[in-house]
């Protein structure tokens, strides 16, 4: 009788076969079989087939022992869990593996050794369950993998404690909660030859945003040595997002990078007993990122290539979760896994979902920030956790009730029993890709990974609450916030004839709000970005080692690790900003106001205090374009000009406009543009247009003037209403006086409008005045604007309220925008 073939070569396998040899290991096999032509390397290896599995069960005589003891476990008992998944996994650990699978395995193992010329190569042994990575869940790192497995007995033991995996205590657990037969689920083994990534970089990578399922983007977690510990939440990585639409071979699109907490690495292990250890990092590479930016290109184009190839293949968008590694011998980077991503690809993109907090004083609130999983805001009481079953300290298991924060140092899959029941999750370690993270997201639960210290900020039973609703950073705050959920379906936004624009100011919204209906941003301000990212005062940066202020230059020299100077920081972190918002709404218009702070604001930044007066008036002193070609700050200037050259330059990202902001004349307008000249800012070159702030009355008065050096106005109604009506808007004794509906004011912007259409250039407005007040929209809208821009929690109202006045004034007008913003 011929015997049954239990071994395929990873690259006889493919998309069809998840059947026989499991999602991953299909998902290898298609990947060598059609990608390494582009020149994606994918290690070499061979698979155990789903038969062996069910072969090695039926030869030890298994099946009804593991079904008895499974259909004792209460699930809802993590002690019972724990006991039932044990027995499990020591009986299949005790078994053996009839000869013809042991040799087929060996055989094997020796020809890819041969391959390697290596008489025992190192090797990875992955699981790949046969219900992993289907797209109504993600079964991705339920069963376990084994790294740097070398010699005969270390691999057939690897393998069947693979085998073993696929009844640990989470997968049990995982596979009840979405309701798969334990017995229907089938394991197949991946023996694949190691990249030696411990003597490098490794790290997992998304085609999309995580986050706001945004699709543009490439989001890449790197740290050194082996991904393990990237997935564990040992350490928090470093990040790069990687603009997909401008990844051409001629722009570097890398629109951000942040720098994780890199302090420890898995490596390979000294002696047979130990396959890994884990080491310190010395502190010079915990300050440095652990892959270039021309590394980080290149995975990204692979990445991008794979999301293409999967799309095509599967006829709809796929979306795709990579592993990658660098070999720190070859230097060569390689793609280890790659599967279907199972949460946003299968959204309703038709609905959007925004969950708000009214507590204008809650800053006053805030406990610890850390990384925001999921952009949900959830309640509750504070259970502290350092181990399931307490023997570590703390609460136990068994102690925790539905609707618990849990809080903990970081979790691992067997955490998944608890993380289900949880209203929230915190974590001290940690990052975006590590397995707190990936199941808070799978289960729908906010999270707040790598906040460092939760452990020892807060207490059991303390009330907080927990928010993920406010950009990329998670916010813990005390006490019961109160929030609102507010869901609004895309085709319930009518059509308006006049195109809405977004104000917006934090970039780590700006993939978030790019599923509102818009046409584009008519206001991103600088000032954001820097106060929040840059924190430092500009000249500050510049000048410190000259002010001999030994806590200052040490506040700098933190901020900057990572970056080769200070100009360098500054300018990069900017050009991060804004790359986020550009990218976010590409091609359509971003207009980037240049920083408009006063010199009290700018004085509040780190180092402020030597470089800025003390003004009686800063609101009409020296602000906005005076400064630009001041000698006294000419030089800070210079920076936003290089940060904006970046962005469009390197980037790609042509459709980012520059605004001057409070800019009194038309001789200091064409002394700005001088200024952004010297830094290669030029209007006109490589599609650039400068649109200019009009909220100065002498703006409006000269306007065919100004007209003539711009290429759009945009109405700033709040400086425009205090400097008509010669009030002080911050003064409350004149408060009541305040209104854009004025006539005065009116007859400013209806006199720009006309001077605008006159001479051919585009006028917008960016203010909450449209969306307040359906008469102020009605105005804008008989006079001709061209755009309205408002903040994104106002779209709807302001769509509305626009469709129903342009019906009522049967308005018949066309958008001065270009073709790309409409």
């Known amino acids: 009788m011929k015997t049954a073939n239990y071994i395929l070569k990873l690259e006889e396998v493919g998309h069809g076969d998840v059947p026989i040899v499991g999602g991953k290991n299909a998902s290898l096999g298609e990947m060598l079989q059609n990608l390494t032509e582009l020149g994606i390397n994918i290690p070499g290896g061979f ?12 030869f030890n005589k298994l099946d009804d022992i593991i079904k008895e003891i499974i259909n004792r476990i209460d699930l809802n008992n993590i002690e019972s869990l724990r006991r039932g998944g044990l027995q499990v996994r020591q009986l299949i650990k005790n078994g053996k593996f009839p000869d013809e ?3 087929q395995i060996l055989e094997a193992y020796t020809k890819l050794s041969s391959k390697y010329s290596q008489e025992i190569t190192d090797v990875a042994v992955r699981s790949s369950a046969t219900a992993e990575d289907l797209p109504d869940a993600s079964f991705a790192g339920q069963q376990e993998t084994y790294l740097n497995v070398r010699g005969s007995e270390s691999l057939v033991n690897s393998v069947r404690n693979c085998f073993a995996s696929l009844f640990t205590d989470r997968a049990i657990s995982y596979r009840q909660n979405f309701g798969y037969d334990h017995f229907l689920v089938g394991l197949s083994v991946c023996v694949q030859k190691m990249v030696r990534s411990d003597l490098a970089a490794s790290g997992v990578a998304f085609s999309l945003d995580t986050e706001s399922g945004f699709k543009d983007v490439v989001v890449i977690n790197g740290s050194y040595g082996l991904g393990e510990m990237i997935v564990q939440g040992s350490v928090s990585p470093d990040e790069y997002i990687v603009f997909k639409p401008t990844l051409d071979g001629v722009h570097s699109p890398i629109i951000e990078k942040k720098m994780g907490v890199k302090d420890k690495k898995m490596v390979y292990g000294d002696d047979p007993d130990e396959r890994v250890k884990i080491i310190p990092i010395d502190k010079q590479a915990q300050q440095n990122f652990c892959i270039t930016d021309e590394r980080a290109l290149q995975l990204a184009e692979w990445v991008a290539s794979i999301e293409k190839y999967y799309t095509k293949l599967k006829g709809k968008w796929c979306p795709m979760d990579v592993e990658w590694a660098v070999d720190g011998l070859s230097n060569e980077l390689f793609i280890v896994q790659a599967r279907p991503e199972t949460i946003h690809s299968q959204k309703d993109n038709g609905k959007l979902t925004e969950y708000k907090m009214d507590d204008e004083n809650r800053g006053d609130k805030v406990l610890l920030k850390g990384i925001a999983v999921g952009d949900k805001i959830a309640n509750g009481k504070v259970k502290i956790m350092y181990s399931l079953d307490g023997r570590a300290g703390g609460l136990d298991g068994n102690d925790f009730m539905a609707g618990d924060i849990l809080v903990t140092d970081m979790t691992d899959p067997d955490w998944e029993p608890i993380m289900k029941k949880a209203a929230a999750i915190i974590t001290n370690k940690g990052g975006r890709t590590c397995h707190a ?9 906010p999270a707040i990974v790598g906040s460092r210290n939760a452990t020892e900020i807060l207490a059991d039973d303390q009330y907080v609450t927990v928010s993920c609703g406010e950009g990329d950073t998670g916010i813990v705050y005390s006490g019961n916030i109160e929030y609102r959920k507010i869901e609004i379906n895309v085709a319930d936004f009518p059509k308006t004839k006049t195109p809405i624009m977004l104000n917006v100011a934090s970039p780590d919204m700006a993939f978030q709000f790019s599923h509102i209906p818009n046409k584009g941003v008519g206001l991103a301000r600088e000032e954001f970005i820097i106060n929040n990212y840059i924190q430092a005062h500009p000249l500050a940066l510049l000048r410190h080692h000259q002010l001999n202020d030994k806590e200052l230059t040490a506040k700098i020299n933190q901020l900057i690790v990572g970056y080769e100077n200070e100009e360098t920081f500054f300018v990069k972190k900017l050009s991060y900003g804004i790359a986020k918002i550009a990218s976010a709404f590409y091609p359509n218009k971003v207009i980037v106001r240049f920083s408009d702070f006063k010199s009290n604001e700018y004085k509040n930044l780190l180092g402020g205090k030597y470089f800025e007066p003390d003004e009686e008036n800063p609101m009409i002193g020296w602000r906005g374009a005076s400064r630009y070609y001041s000698k006294d700050y000419k030089e800070a200037f210079g920076l936003e000009c290089k ?3 970046r962005v469009r330059e390197k980037m790609g990202l042509k459709n980012v406009v520059v605004m001057v902001p409070f800019c009194r004349t038309v001789e200091e307008l064409l002394k700005v543009q001088e200024v952004m000249s010297e830094y290669g800012l030029v209007r006109g070159k490589e599609g650039l247009e400068v649109y200019l702030m009009a ?4 703006n409006i008065i000269m306007a065919a003037e100004f007209a003539k050096h711009i290429d759009g106005f945009s109405i700033g109604s709040n400086d425009l209403t205090q400097l008509t009506l010669g009030l002080d808007r911050d003064s409350s004794l004149v408060a009541h006086l305040y209104d854009e509906r004025n006539s005065a004011v009116k007859a ?3 006199m720009l409008i006309k001077s605008a259409k006159k001479a051919k250039v585009k ?3 960016c203010g909450q005045g449209p969306s307040d007040f359906p ?10 604007i061209d755009s309205i821009s408002v903040t994104p929690d106002s779209v709807f109202k302001t769509i509305n309220a626009i469709n129903s006045i342009e019906s009522q004034s049967k308005v018949k007008k066309t958008s001065a925008l270009p073709e790309a913003a409409k």
């Open 437 to 445: 993270a990936i199941v808070a997201r799978e289960m729908g639960v």
């Open 101 to 103: 699978i042991e040799s």
């Open 47 to 58: 698979v155990v087939t789903v038969a062996a599995y069910h072969k090695f069960i039926e």
């Open 748 to 750: 400013m912007i209806s």
């Open 763 to 765: 006028v917008g407005i």
């Open 695 to 698: 909220e100065i009355p002498s």
């Open 775 to 784: 008469d102020f929209a009605k105005f804008l809208v008989e006079e001709g």
């Open 643 to 645: 940060a904006i050259r």
